[in-house]
């Protein structure tokens, strides 16, 4: 079945070490997307890639990058977690097609998230 | 400030009631869709609504977009226990970024 993967589902890491999560998709789509989400919220984007075009949210603190380095996967490093970086982070894709955005629709389907967890 | 408002935010009903979430937007919309989240997992899509004035239904959820495609009700028939979980709305306004709702959390007690 086409899917989106997380791994590892759950992540501690200790105050300032850099970590990095991961996320493959069989979808085959253009578009990746992190989200940061915390508890009861709704997922907030901190940045997308388009191919490999890497499009950061104004509001993402530099403490975040991400990598793209094929269709399929895409990495999130956080270079030194603080405390309020203890969320769940969700991976999704989209096609970004030209139909979808001429009026079409933007379906995105989703990983099954990483929980990170900051001591 | 949200471009898609939600309401309520929470939301207990017993099971066997009925439930309705709301999401409204002073934004025309494309097509919205919903999502629902369960607890330690990633949003899953639950339906997509293109047209204005359509209702799609799933089993026993009824979506309905407005007319104006400014708006867009959540509607479930005898909720059950399984039912519970966070309710998310959300629709790209202009290009592939989807913007989501507050989400409404929504408990089904036995």
């Known amino acids: 079945d086409a899917m989106v993967i997380q791994n590892p589902r759950y992540q501690v890491t200790q105050f300032g070490k850099p970590v990095t999560l991961s996320c493959s998709q069989t979808?085959?789509?253009?578009?990746m997307y992190w989200y940061q989400q915390k508890s009861s919220q709704a997922p907030k984007l901190l940045f997308h890639?388009?191919?490999?075009?890497?499009?950061n949210e104004a509001d993402t603190p530099d403490n975040f990058q991400s990598r793209r380095p094929n269709t399929s996967f895409c990495f999130l490093d956080i270079r030194s977690p603080g405390l309020g970086d203890a969320a769940m982070y969700l991976c999704?894709?989209?096609?970004?097609?030209?139909?979808?955005?001429?009026?079409?629709?933007?379906?995105?389907?989703f990983g099954p998230g990483t929980r990170l967890t900051v001591l | 400030t949200q471009l898609l408002e939600q309401s309520p935010q929470f939301l207990s009903i017993q099971e066997g009631e009925n439930l309705t979430v709301y999401c409204n937007s002073s934004?025309?919309?494309?097509?919205l869709q919903w999502y629902r989240q369960e607890p330690g997992e990633g949003p899953v899509l639950l339906v997509t609504?293109?047209?204005?004035?359509e209702v799609k239904k799933l089993k026993r959820l009824t979506f309905q977009f407005g007319d104006a495609r400014k708006d867009s009700s959540l509607h479930i028939t005898a909720a059950q226990t399984g039912d519970t979980g966070l309710y998310l709305c959300?629709?790209?306004?202009?290009?592939?970024?989807?913007?989501f709702g507050a989400g409404t959390t929504v408990t089904v007690r036995a």
């Open positions: 999704a894709t989209s096609t970004g097609t030209l139909l979808g955005r001429l009026g079409g629709y933007n379906e995105q389907f």
């Open positions: 959300a629709g790209a306004p202009n290009d592939y970024k989807l913007s």
């Open positions: 890639y388009y191919d490999k075009d890497f499009n």
């Open positions: 934004s025309v919309f494309s097509s």
């Open positions: 609504v293109v047209t204005g004035g």
């Open positions: 979808l085959n789509h253009n578009v």
